[in-house]
Antibody, heavy 121, light 110 residues
């Protein structure tokens, strides 16, 4: 059974870089059928797609976050990662990693449990 | 890209039906048959309920169905049950390899 688990610091200072890792178990991140994405949800607010990556390293980003986001993949560790630079309080959110079958379809069928990241000094 | 527009809240009694709308533009909802719907209970990760406008993943009750007309997609829930009370989000492909979510709708089962 596929499982995704987010990990990383729960507290990040303003202007610094938020770094999270998603570890995939029960399946290979190198499967040619799937893409791996990051989605966030500020407290009490809606979902926002951050970006996605294919195992080959091809990346796709939300245009509104593109200048600050880097998503990478480590197939040897079955992990993919998110870096968000120059964070502010507005980046405080629960961050989810998820798997979807195409970059054009938002059918995120498998999700991690989410991890809360707070931006505060 | 702007978030898709959903009603803030809808409600219905057990056994009744409700429809949740998701309005976008010709550049997203109206331009592609790639709309998905998610159910989210408090403190939980979202769950995929509908994809590609009207397809149901295995395990999702057939009480849940989806459709699209022009720039508006809809999620229809029949035979409301207490466990259907949750937040619902739509998501659409928005071109140029990007995705956009709706603002979310809180469903209350009276």
């Amino acid at each position: 059974q596929l499982q995704l688990q987010e990990s990383g610091p729960g507290l990040v200072k303003p202007s610094e870089t938020l770094s999270l890792t998603c570890t995939v178990s029960g399946g290979s991140i190198s499967s040619s059928n799937y893409y791996w994405g990051w989605i966030r949800q500020p407290p009490g607010k809606g979902l926002e797609w951050i970006g996605s990556i294919y195992y080959s390293g091809s990346t796709y980003y939300n245009p509104s976050l593109r200048s600050r986001v880097t998503i990478s993949v480590d197939t040897s560790k079955n992990q993919f990662s998110l870096k968000l630079s120059s964070v502010t309080a507005a980046d405080t959110a629960v961050y989810y990693c998820a798997r979807h079958s195409s970059v054009t379809t938002g059918n995120f069928q498998h999700w991690g449990q989410g991890t809360l990241v707070t931006v505060s000094s | 890209q702007s978030a898709l527009t959903q009603p803030r809240s809808v409600s219905g009694s057990p056994g009744q039906s409700v429809t949740i709308s998701c309005t976008g533009a010709s550049s997203d909802v109206g331009g592609y048959n790639y709309v998905s719907w998610y159910q989210q209970h408090p403190g939980k990760a979202p769950k995929l309920m509908i994809y590609d406008v009207s397809k149901r993943p295995s395990g999702v009750p057939d009480r849940f169905s989806g459709s699209k007309s022009g720039n508006t997609a809809s999620l229809y829930i029949s035979g409301l049950q207490a466990e259907d009370e949750a937040d619902y989000y739509c998501c659409s492909y928005a071109g140029n390899y990007s995705l956009v979510f709706g603002g979310g709708t809180k469903l209350t089962v009276l």
